[in-house]
């Protein structure tokens, strides 16, 4: 394959804007958004982004850092470029997925659910260009792979380790925009929470956004007040603002224990405060691994087109942290795990199909 040059790419949007790193090759960004020219060569990978960046602390950052490694692994193998475009609204997935095609980048990573109905319509228009869909899926398209994670099972992991961690017996979720995926982090905190202790009440409230800190954070203020000493956040970038209002809090009054627990990267470092820490564990989603994983195969001539794969505790795709869980939490959470990987327990998918206890 012959050399390639990319020059001036222009952001779509105010604030969007492609990022690149090349081995051997640096790339600054200018002051207008646009990019340096820069000389690349054989294989190259693009993830576009949903709301948050790639400094979200929790979904895109996580699949931004594995394409890093996999550039990283990579080094020595001619063009092992990657990329991402940020998006800041819904109406610039699909400028910026065709962005993305005219610079010619070998596979084309769409991050997150929001991008399914964009990348449907575009890689319909270009069967010869490779797309990813992460955490939903697409059917019919031979150029698509579909990587879905199952969600409810860590965060069945996590019901459990707030349901025995709570000092008051009151734990919350805030989670993102209402979606399937989403459905699936609310049914397993659920049923997690009954599993462990059926008599923890739990109260679960939507942002709406996974871009909206300030509304996370006043969700969280108000389950704070209310006794909820245990937070589990599900809600993207969006999430900070859960993180923030609690370590203000514990600032404030450290005698007040409150917890928070992150969700798809570990998150222990936002939950540093002055007087320790308060992130109580993380449940975490190898969505870099898997970014990475379908990257090598398709290099080798394996792209899992058309396929749908779903990654479990099983495939050790998705793990919780030990974080700040005490020596008996933490034993209760590695049995409970167990079981769900021998098939003892199968975790709900859908919040109305946890049965509410007796």
């Keep these: 394959m012959n050399k390639r040059k990319v020059t001036g790419i222009m952001s779509f949007g105010l604030v969007s804007g492609l990022m690149l790193a090349a081995c051997g090759n640096e790339t600054e960004a200018t ?5 340096e ?8 990978i693009v993830m576009v982004t949903d709301s948050g960046g790639v400094d979200d602390g929790s979904f895109n950052q996580s699949a931004w850092e ?68 992460t955490d939903d899926s697409i059917e019919g398209l031979d150029n698509v792979a579909s990587v879905l994670f199952k969600d409810q099972e860590n965060a069945f992991l996590a019901g459990v380790s707030a349901a025995l961690s ?43 956004s996974f871009a909206d800190t300030s509304k996370a954070r006043q969700i969280a ?36 224990q409150i917890w928070v627990i992150g969700s798809d990267r570990d998150q222990t470092e ?11 564990t993380s449940s975490i989603k190898g969505l870099g691994t ?21 990654l479990g505790l099983k495939e050790e795709a998705i793990y919780m942290t030990r974080g700040n869980l005490s020596e008996e939490v933490w034993t209760a959470v590695e049995e409970f ?13 859908n919040p109305d199909e946890v049965t509410a206890p007796e």
């Design 221 to 256: 203020a108000g389950m704070y007040s209310n006794g909820i000493d245990v937070v589990y956040q599900g809600a993207g970038d969006a999430g900070n603002g859960v993180f923030s209002e609690a370590r203000d809090r514990m600032n404030a009054n450290p005698d007040e």
């Design 290 to 310: 898997a970014i990475k994983s379908v990257a090598h195969d398709t290099m080798e001539g394996n792209f899992p087109g058309g396929k749908i794969t779903q």
């Design 270 to 280: 936002e939950g540093n405060y002055d007087g320790g820490n308060l992130t109580l």
């Design 66 to 133: 594995g394409m890093i490694e996999w550039g990283e692994e990579t080094n020595g193998l001619e063009g092992e470029n990657y990329a991402y475009i940020a998006s800041n609204e819904d109406s610039e997935y699909i400028p910026n997925l065709n962005q993305a095609i005219m610079n010619d980048f070998d596979i084309i990573f769409g991050v997150g659910f929001k991008l399914k109905d964009s990348i449907k319509e575009i890689a319909a228009g270009n069967p010869e260009q490779q797309f990813v869909i």
């Design 31 to 35: 002051d207008n958004g646009s990019t």
């Design 166 to 208: 709570t000092e008051t017996g009151k734990i919350g979720f805030v989670a993102g925009q209402e979606s399937e995926v989403l459905d699936r982090f609310e049914a397993g905190f659920l049923a997690g929470v009954q599993a462990a202790d059926p008599s923890v009440e739990v109260q679960v409230e939507y942002v709406g």
């Design 337 to 349: 795990k167990e079981q769900i990987i021998n098939g003892d327990i199968v975790v709900p998918t």
């Design 37 to 44: 020219s820069i000389e690349t060569s054989d294989y190259s």
